[in-house]
């Protein structure tokens, strides 16, 4: 089956944009020159990694129009979505409140610049980034993130493996797993994933993503 494209989209570069061409008025602009979509669901790879995750606090790093924090917020966690896109967030607090206060209550929507904010250290037990493209180097972003997993905690990054040919920014499983400390974390999966997806006009296309799940050790 064809699923629509998710909130993921918005991650990919109409041409050929580079990673450092990913600002915050880059991402500002691509919301406010697309209509909202609060129907879209979340991210197929959160759903198949963090369905049996028993719920907590996580932290969703790009969280764009809220489609991952709706989900999650909606299985019991609490959760922190952070976007430097002010449109982005107005647009997710404002589908959240549709669904309800049990939702909408369990999200706390920050507005940060990933590049250098800082999460709190430690702190969450299920971290997770989607298709973001940080200005500085992915690996810096990536122990950034890192850092922030409570021990027994999970990390989930996805980006855009280089096998993609209609994404920018691209990354590969191996790159971010390398970023990690092997003293003090398991890699669950480090893979290439293809799905199918409708793009702009209806076409089928395959996107690939890079996978990567790893468990913080207690």
Known sequence: MTEQVGNDYDAMAAGSGEAGEFSA??????????????????????????????????????CGEGADARWLASRGWRVTAVDVAPTA???????????????????????ADLTTWAPP???????SAHYVHPAGPHDTFVR???A?????GTLLVVGHDPSDRHSAGHVTAGEVA??????????V??????RHVAGHGGAEITLRDAVLRACRRP
């Open 178 to 187: 390398a970023g990690l400390d092997g003293d003090r974390w398991d890699v």
């Open 121 to 127: 250290a430690e702190h969450f037990d299920l971290v």
């Open 189 to 194: 999966v480090a893979e290439v994933r293809s």
């Open 25 to 62: 008025t880059y991402w500002e602009d691509r919301y406010r020159g697309h209509a909202a979509h609060g129907s879209r669901p979340p991210n197929p790879q959160l759903v198949s990694e963090a369905g049996d995750l028993v719920p907590g606090t996580a932290l969703d790093a790009g």
């Open 144 to 146: 950034r993130l890192a």
């Open 148 to 152: 922030a997993v409570a021990p027994g």
């Open 89 to 111: 967030l107005r647009r997710a607090r404002e589908h959240a409140a549709a669904i309800g206060p049990d939702v909408a209550s369990r999200i706390d929507w920050v507005a």
